[in-house]
């Protein structure tokens, strides 16, 4: 992070210590292995790859869109959401609360691949409506 603080010295960057959702609180953070081996995690334990559901960390989680409501109205906000599962969660309660409309710039990874029960076809046809240019093949 310094290095690239060093680097872009014109952008702000803000890390925290914890997972996306649509509130404030205390989830089960499951890890994962995908089908070549490599180990991934998620919040969603309906996710399809192999999760250890027997050994869930417990971690806290910010509602997103009150963090970026704390930003003055004047910044330009580039959001990139790579979630594994919980930008679901995340995207409909940025549509439902406004915040979206703060969102100058989103770049999002969407893993309807990994889930059974869940697509994003709905929220990319809201976010179109809206007129928000969402990049969604930024991998």
Request: net charge negative.
């Amino acid at each position: 992070l310094k290095k690239i603080q060093e680097t872009n010295k014109n952008y702000n960057f803000i890390v925290r210590n914890e997972a996306l959702w649509d509130s404030d609180g205390t989830m089960d953070f499951y890890t994962s292995i995908d089908v070549w081996g490599d180990h991934g995690c998620t919040l969603d334990p309906t996710k399809t790859e192999k999760l250890d559901l027997d050994n869930p960390k417990k971690v806290k989680t910010i509602r997103l869109s009150d963090f970026i409501n704390q930003f003055p109205e004047e910044n330009y906000i580039i959001l990139k959401l790579d979630i594994e599962g919980a930008e679901y969660a995340v995207v409909s309660d940025l549509l439902s609360s406004g915040a979206i409309n703060r969102i100058n710039e989103l770049n999002i990874e969407w893993h309807d691949h990994l889930f059974n029960n869940k697509s994003s076809h709905g929220l990319k046809a809201e976010l179109s409506k809206l007129n928000i240019p969402v990049n969604n093949n930024w991998m």
